[in-house]
Nanobody, 115 residues
Framework: QVQFVESGGGLVQAGGALRLSCDASGRLSGFAMGWFRQAPGKERENVAGINVNGLSTDYADSVKGRFIISRDNTKETVFLQMNNLKPEDTALYYC?????????WGQGTQVTVSS
């Protein structure tokens, strides 16, 4: 059983940056991974994905050019560098396999962007 633990969220002003980390109790190096977010009253959405070896990434249009997903398989960690944050980026951010595995959802990390 794999457990994902997200960290790095916080309160930041618009235009600021945060770096999220996703650590796994088990191995995540064998999975394509993604970052997801859910804002209040909205459905959870996939904002970024990365393949197993880290050489292929994709992004939601809303974050393209501002967010960067990366991974360090030696440390079983996935990152999300978020730059030029906007108030509409405010959400609870999760990592999971991509496509997501229901049993692996963690608690998420809250990102709040003030205007």
């Amino acid at each position: 059983q794999v457990q994902f633990v997200e960290s790095g969220g916080g309160l930041v002003q618009a235009g600021g940056a945060l770096r999220l980390s996703c650590d796994a109790s088990g191995r995540l190096s064998g999975f394509a991974m993604g970052w997801f977010r859910q804002a209040p009253g909205k459905e959870r959405e996939n904002v970024a994905g990365i393949n197993v070896n880290g050489l292929s990434t994709d992004y939601a249009d809303s974050v393209k050019g501002r967010f960067i997903i990366s991974r360090d398989n030696t440390k079983e960690t996935v990152f999300l560098q978020m730059n030029n944050l906007k108030p509409e980026d405010t959400a609870l951010y999760y990592c999971n396999t991509n496509p997501p595995t229901w049993a692996y959802w963690g608690q998420g990390t809250q990102v709040t962007v003030s205007s």
